[in-house]
């Protein structure tokens, strides 16, 4: 146990450090913003780490593109960052001192805020665990690690998506840089607790406290804390250029300078979630609408858009110049392909539709949001739940796949819970009617009382089982370490022998989501140039010559594969066993007989 304290308490070392440099740069460009004057500071407080960690973004980028994004280069950005914040924070300190205190909190209140912890506190061990995830093997962190040992953006056609946009991923590479593998997990989860506290404020400010810890809870408990993705980053991004674009709106009218200022990083915001993930454009419709209805002077529009070019202009002109499709591989029907083919594209299209499901029901209600008395009281809420009505509309016509809204989700979680107070008011309307008794003095308060007592009992237990698993799976030590990895990631062991032990190239089938353990680079997948199909190990003699041809020394297979191809006498003169362990078998090429 010790030993899994100083893990933790390392690594929560390093998250502070950059949290604090983000802060720092995110506080200073903030000010000349013209911001540190909003009504709301800790939300202020929040955007401005926000802003910081966009900041971090385009300095990695630009390090990147001139091939310096090494540890010197990181190590420095965050020093004069954590520099910037050492500045300020006297007079940030001065500032929060000098806040009114709130009214005292009531007993639900209170309840509310215990019943955020405890579903805050497994999402705190979360990040600890070794990489396990199958997208976060498969492509986010193989090319961090790329990015980190190269200090180049290069183009690795061995990936899956070689030509995606990778803002994000550059956090990943940095955290690569001066730490294990487990603190990309921290970069995902700073995103995702971020959004959580701006989920919280933004709750205080327009609806109240219980509702805010709803909501806060919703979003807390559907994300996922454990991994290296990018889909909490874009959510953090998301819902800042939300805050910004309503900041916008509330300052135009009186301050049109200050409210061009806010519209600047709306599009900052807007363009460090389009240089991360492809599906963050489809919310640039709803922002342009949102926008030109106030705005149409060519001057803001163009500052706008520089804005939002400058975190990621970069990836799509670099696609555009080299392959002639911004979007690729996604634009390729349009474009033309490069290195993915039609079978590919239809194959990915498939997939996605494959995974169609509804998303968490928690968000479900979100859709009785408009009965609502805040839907007519505040404009901010209208907003919000417009901006949600437009995002479950482009989910349900595109891809239907869950994970394609967890950038919308810290909205949809503010939403939902007005959604969930107008169903449970429904509900308890109905029992009075049904149960007269029920509504008399005192009964009401009563029932609440013990309802509540025995959700937070229940949610206590609920938590507690799951730190306890988080727990469980943080590995201090190699030999945790390796025990975790092959009990989690098939085909770990194998891919981590040949990693160790061949000398020559590696061709993987069917263990895409175990690359990560494996050489660097190792080939083979179902997408692109080097995708299966093209490259057949039957019949034997003619596979180990091409193979041979092109520099590999081994191949890697799931124990399901090596069966059928072993079964083929072929196969088995010109393949020999090099290593098998946890259903997974690693086979030498032959050389070809005299």
Known sequence: MFEKLTFAAAHYAALAIFVAACWGFGRALFARLGGLVHPDFWLETAMTTALGVGLFICVFQALGIAGLLNLPGVL?????????????????????????PGPSLSWVEKAALAALALVALPTLLA???????????????????????????????????????????????????????????FMNGLAGWLSVWMVYRLGVQYLNRVLACAAAAIWLGIGDYSNALID??????????????WWWNESHAAQPAQGARWLALAAFFLGLAAGS??????????????VIRRERRPAVWAVGLLCFLLPCVYWYARNAVMTGDPFNPIGAKLFGFSNWNLADYKNQVDDV???????????????????SLAWRRSP????????????????????????????????????????????????????????????????????????????LAVLAAVSFRHTTRELAKVSPTPAAREA?????????????HVREHAKGR??????????????????????????????????????????????????VMPDAVARTLTAHEDFNRHFALMFEQDGAKAYRILPPAP
């Open 76 to 100: 420095l950005t965050v020093a004069v960052g954590f520099a910037a914040a050492c500045v300020q924070a006297p007079a940030w300190l001065r500032q929060a001192r000098a806040l009114e």
């Open 277 to 290: 993930k492809y599906q963050a454009l489809t919310f640039l419709p709803l922002a342009a609408w949102f």
């Open 506 to 555: 590696v061709y993987q089938i069917a263990l895409s989501e175990a690359i990560y353990y494996g050489p660097n680079p190792i080939w083979g997948d179902t997408l692109g140039p080097w995708r299966y199909p093209d490259f057949p190990l039957l019949p034997g003699a003619e596979a180990a010559r091409r193979f041979a041809g092109l520099g590999f020394e081994a191949i």
């Open 353 to 371: 539709r494959a995974h169609a499901a509804l998303p968490n029901f928690l968000i479900w209600p979100v859709v009785l949001a408009p009965f």
């Open 380 to 455: 901010a809420v209208h907003a919000a739940i417009v901006f949600c009505a437009y995002s479950l509309f482009v989910w349900a016509v595109t891809s239907r796949y869950p994970r394609y809204m967890t950038a919308s989700f810290p909205l949809l979680a503010l939403v939902a819970v007005l959604g969930w107070q107008v169903l449970l008011g429904w509900i308890a309307g109905g029992l009075r009617k049904l149960l007269p008794a029920l509504g008399r003095a005192g009964w009401p308060v009563r029932a609440g009382g013990i309802a509540l007592g025995l959700f």
């Open 127 to 185: 990040p600890l665990a070794p990489p396990a995830a199958f997208d976060e093997l498969m492509y986010h962190l193989p090319y961090a690690r790329q990015v980190a040992q190269s200090g180049t953006l290069g183009i690795h056609e061995w990936l899956r998506y070689p030509w995606f946009p990778y803002n994000y991923n550059l956090l990943y590479a940095g955290a690569l840089l001066v730490g294990d593998d487990a603190l990309p997990h």
């Open 484 to 496: 975790f990895l092959r009990a989690n990631v098939p085909g770990y062991a194998v891919m981590n």
């Open 232 to 245: 909490m980053g874009v959510a953090l991004f998301i819902v800042s250029a939300w805050i910004a674009l």
